[in-house]
Nanobody, 126 residues
Framework: VQLQASGGGLVLPGGSVRLSCLGS????????MGWFRQAPGKEREFVAA????????SYADFVKGRFVISRDNAPNQVYLQMNSLTPEDTAVYYC????????????????????WGQGTQVTVSS
C-alpha cells in the first residue's frame, strides 16, 4: 500500500495550490481519507477529511471556507484545493487513509489512520 502526495511548492500569499494523493495497492473506495499537516516545531494537525463515499467532509476551523477536499475513487485520488493561502499554512502536508465499512464516516484523529503518504511541502512566502 502506498499513498503518494504531490502538488506542493512555493506559493505567494493569497495564492492557491491543489494537492493530490494517489493510492496504489489500496482500494480507496473502501477507505476514508484525510489530510494533515505539520509545520516546523509543531505537532501534526488535522486539516480535512472525507468519507469514502465522498459525501461527507470535515475541516479544521482554520481552513473552513478556504480549502476543499474531494476525491475520485476511479483513479484512486484524493485532492485538497487550497485557496487564500497565508504564511501560517506553510507545512508539510500528508494524506492518510483508513479502512471504513461505513460510507459516511471520517476521522480527525491521526491515530485512526492506517496508511500515510510521504508528505509534500507547501511554502507560502513572498
Amino acid at each position: 500500500v502506498q499513498l503518494q502526495a504531490s502538488g506542493g511548492g512555493l506559493v505567494l500569499p493569497g495564492g492557491s495550490v491543489r494537492l493530490s494523493c494517489l493510492g496504489s495497492g489500496i482500494s480507496m473506495r473502501a477507505h476514508a481519507m484525510g489530510w494533515f499537516r505539520q509545520a516546523p516545531g509543531k505537532e501534526r494537525e488535522f486539516v480535512a477529511a472525507i468519507s469514502w463515499s465522498g459525501l461527507i467532509t470535515s475541516y479544521a476551523d482554520f481552513v473552513k471556507g478556504r480549502f476543499v477536499i474531494s476525491r475520485d475513487n476511479a483513479p484512486n485520488q484524493v485532492y485538497l484545493q487550497m485557496n487564500s493561502l497565508t504564511p501560517e499554512d506553510t507545512a508539510v502536508y500528508y494524506c492518510a487513509a483508513y479502512q471504513s465499512r461505513d460510507s459516511g464516516t471520517y476521522s480527525q484523529r491521526p491515530t485512526d489512520y492506517d496508511y500515510w503518504g510521504q508528505g509534500t511541502q507547501v511554502t507560502v512566502s513572498s
